[in-house]
């Protein structure tokens, strides 16, 4: 298998406010500090596929406005090859999130450069796909894009990771085209139908899921863990006990993992076990990208 990445989706400035609660209408809140980072689920997990030293393509947008810059820079330092990021006029994405003190999550996505990736912007990454041995897409940019770089991928011989996240309707030859479907259980949810409220729940609406669309599928589930079909056997892999301090990026940590296994040949479950260690450190620490493990952490 060819040893490299290609990542084909999106990047976002996070502005990350703490507040007390939320504002009244007509009110101005003070919150109690802000902090910003580089984000986007396709950056994310770009990020932690370099981190583990595999040779990683991000191909996406970016804008021209003052986060740009940073966006590519930061996704530079660690160790992404940025020659694919495109600039368009107009704004990058953007995620704006109020965090309240009492732990409660309330967050904006300003959809931006993200929504500018075109079919040519994949065909010039041909020649990258050509050389990687794995293609990670999410749902951050246009589903058409979405469908047709599953098609380019499959072209050049990738194996195609689908993060189906977050949650949209996609036509149902999407997820039959790709290798290995993964999806938290919010998601899973919306694509099943179905409530996942247990380890047995997930390991039966996943044989559904990995029969109907003939892949291999991923169900992570948080602190609990993942279940993982692959082939037809089904395995559930729990999560480390570990003190989490944040856990954002967990979901991309695990993928960029994954994904940086199964180019260094392992079978899909060996890959989550490594997978479930790299994101347990992803959880103890602040940020999504600053948290992801190197190579040297993990080990
Ligand atoms: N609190 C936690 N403690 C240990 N591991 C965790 C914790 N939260 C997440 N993980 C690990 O990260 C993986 C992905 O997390 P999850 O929350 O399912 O994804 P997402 O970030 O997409 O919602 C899990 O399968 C688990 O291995
Ligand atoms: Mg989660």
């Known amino acids: 298998m060819n040893k490299k990445i290609t990542v084909i989706g999106s990047l976002n400035y996070d502005v990350i406010l703490k507040i007390p609660r939320l504002p009244f209408k007509g009110e101005t809140l003070t919150a109690n500090g802000a902090t910003f980072s580089a984000g986007g689920k396709g950056a994310n997990q770009a990020v932690q596929a370099a981190k583990l030293k595999t040779p990683t393509y991000m191909v996406g947008c970016v804008g021209t406005d003052a986060s740009a810059d940073f966006l590519v820079n930061t996704a530079k330092e660690y160790g992404v090859n940025v020659d694919y990021i495109r600039k368009v006029p107009g704004s990058s994405g953007m995620g704006v999130i109020n965090a309240v003190e009492d732990g409660s999550v309330y967050a904006c996505i300003v959809r931006g450069a993200n929504f500018e990736v075109t079919k040519e912007d994949v065909d ?15 749902n951050e940019i246009p589903v058409e894009i979405i469908a047709y770089a599953i098609d380019k991928a499959k072209e050049a011989g990738c194996t195609v990771v689908l993060n189906a996240a977050p949650a949209i309707e996609l036509p149902e030859e999407c ?8 999806v938290n259980e919010v998601e899973a949810e919306f694509y099943c139908h179905e409530k996942i409220d247990s380890v047995e729940k997930a390991k039966t609406e996943i044989k559904k899921m990995a029969e109907k669309y003939n892949n291999n599928v991923i ?81």
């Open 124 to 138: 010039n990454a041909m020649p990258i796909l050509k050389e990687s041995g794995v293609c990670i897409l999410q």
């Open 175 to 182: 997820l039959s085209k790709v290798d290995i479907l993964v």
């Open 219 to 299: 169900f992570t589930l948080g602190k609990d863990g993942a279940v993982a079909y692959e082939n037809g056997t089904i395995e559930f892999i729990p999560a480390m006990k570990v003190d989490a301090i944040e856990t954002t990026g967990a979901g991309d940590s695990y993928i960029g993992a994954v994904s940086h296994s199964i180019i260094e040949g392992k079978s899909l479950i060996e890959a989550c076990k490594f997978a479930t260690k790299c994101s347990a450190i992803t959880v103890c620490r602040m940020g999504a990208q600053p948290s992801m493990p190197t190579l040297e952490d993990v080990e």
